[in-house]
C-alpha cells in the first residue's frame, strides 16, 4: 500500500514532566531482555543479532493519556483514517552501547496478521505505530524507514532519516519496515505503542 505520508512527526510533543512520568513508569515496571516474535526470524537469524534491547511494557492509563491523541491527531491529519478501537500495552524500550533493533515491521495489516488470541486482541491487527523519544544524550539509534519498491519483494529502495530530538512523537503505519541504528554513546528511551483495528478490506 502506498499513502501520501510515510508518517506523522510532532516535534518536541511530549513535555519534561510527561517523559519523566513515561520514565517513572517504566521503571517501577521493571526492564526484561526484549524479545522478537519468532516469525519474524529467518531459521539462520540469531536473535540478539535482529533485536538487542532492555524492554518494560504498562498498561497504566496514564500512558493512553498522554499518547493516544498522537495517534488519534496523525491518523486524521495524515489522511490515513484507519479504524482504530484498541491499543496494546505501551513498551519503553532501553538501548544501551551496540544495541538496536534491525529492520522489521510491526505486523501485517490483513487476515494473515491478525492476533488468534481471546479476548480484546482478537481478530484485531496492528494498524498504527507509535514512537515517542525520551532520551537525547546519546549518539546512534536513528530510526529509519524503509520504503520497498512495489514491484519488487523485500527491495530496500529508499531510507527516509526523520531528525528526531527528545520528546518528538512520530506516528506511522505498521506495515513499513524500520529499525534502530546501533547506539554508538549513551543510553537511547523510546515508548512504542501499537494501535489495532480489524484488518484491511
Known amino acids: 500500500m502506498r499513502t501520501k505520508y510515510f508518517y506523522w512527526h510532532f516535534s518536541s510533543g511530549l513535555s519534561e514532566k510527561e517523559i519523566n512520568k513515561i520514565k517513572e513508569i517504566a ?12 516469525d519474524d526470524l529467518s531459521e539462520n537469524d540469531d536473535d540478539i543479532e535482529y533485536r538487542d534491547s532492555e524492554v518494560s511494557f504498562s ?28 491499543f496494546e500495552k505501551v513498551q519503553i524500550a532501553k538501548y544501551s552501547e551496540n544495541q538496536h533493533y534491525a529492520w522489521h515491521n510491526d505486523g501485517g ?14 481478530g484485531k491487527v496492528r494498524k498504527l505505530s507509535l514512537v515517542s523519544i525520551l532520551s537525547d ?4 539509534g536513528d530510526l529509519e524507514f524503509s520504503i520497498q519498491d512495489n514491484d519488487k519483494e523485500n527491495v530496500f529502495n529508499e531510507v527516509l ?3 528526531l530530538g527528545i520528546g518528538d512523537v512520530i506516528v506511522f503505519p505498521s506495515y513499513l519496515y ?12 523510546s515508548a512504542t505503542m501499537w494501535c489495532l483495528g480489524l484488518p484491511f478490506k
Not at 69 to 74: E, H, K, L, N
Not at 109 to 122: L, M, R
Not at 179 to 184: E, L, V
Request: glycine share 10%; aromatic share 14%; net charge positive.
Open 27 to 38: 521503571s517501577k515496571s521493571g526492564y526484561l531482555s526484549g524479545v522478537t516474535r519468532k
Open 59 to 86: 498498561e497504566d492509563s496514564r500512558l493512553y493519556d498522554i499518547l493516544c491523541p498522537f495517534v488519534f491527531a496523525a491518523n486524521e491529519s495524515a489522511g490515513w483514517n484507519y479504524d482504530i478501537d484498541w
Open 109 to 122: 495489516s490483513d487476515i494473515h496478521g491478525s492476533y488468534t488470541d481471546e479476548g480484546g486482541f482478537k
Open 137 to 140: 544524550k546519546h549518539v546512534g
Open 161 to 163: 532519516k526523520p531528525d
Open 178 to 189: 524500520h529499525r534502530s541504528t546501533p547506539i554508538k554513546k549513551g543510553i537511547k528511551y
